[in-house]
């Protein structure tokens, strides 16, 4: 836990178990809202090379410091891997979205892609009627 003690507000994680939910070695969907699969551990994502030395615990710890004011040189492509994920016009977001829309489920039905919804989660996005709306809005100026 020392490793994102300094990345934290401690009222962030009031009722976690920060060894469990925030530092386990291993992946856990018991801990996740969507109780899915959606992600590996923290070994599988250092041996890939995506965790950048600065922030151990990955995009989760580098958010953190970001919003808190730290700026630094992993910032553009950390912003970058958010806005290809969850952005506007972000991969996953999209997708969510676009089969919200094609069965004509609410934002937060999770009948709907759950692994996609935990995904989202885990890069701090959770889809509500507003952006599931302005995405629909979106796709109709597409498509005129």
């Not at 890939?48 to 989760?60: A, K, T, V």
């Not at 004011?69 to 977001?93: H, L």
């Not at 676009?98 to 999770?110: I, R």
């Amino acid at each position: 836990m020392s490793v994102v003690s300094d990345s934290l507000e401690p009222t962030w994680i009031t009722g976690l178990s920060p060894p469990r939910s925030l530092t386990s070695t291993k992946y856990r969907t018991e801990v996740n809202k969507y109780k899915v699969k959606c992600g590996g551990s923290l070994g599988m994502w250092e041996s890939s090379g995506w965790i950048c030395s600065l922030d151990p615990y990955g995009w989760f710890q580098w958010y953190c410091r970001f919003f808190n004011g730290r700026r630094c040189t992993d910032d553009e492509r950390q912003i970058s891997r958010w806005n290809k994920c969850a952005g506007d016009r972000g991969r996953f977001r999209s997708q969510l979205s676009n089969k919200c829309l094609l069965q004509g489920k609410q934002a937060d039905d999770a009948t709907i892609s759950p692994v996609i919804r935990q995904t989202l989660l885990h890069w701090g996005f959770e889809l509500t009627e507003e952006k599931l709306r302005k995405h629909e809005k979106n796709q109709k100026k597409k498509t005129k």
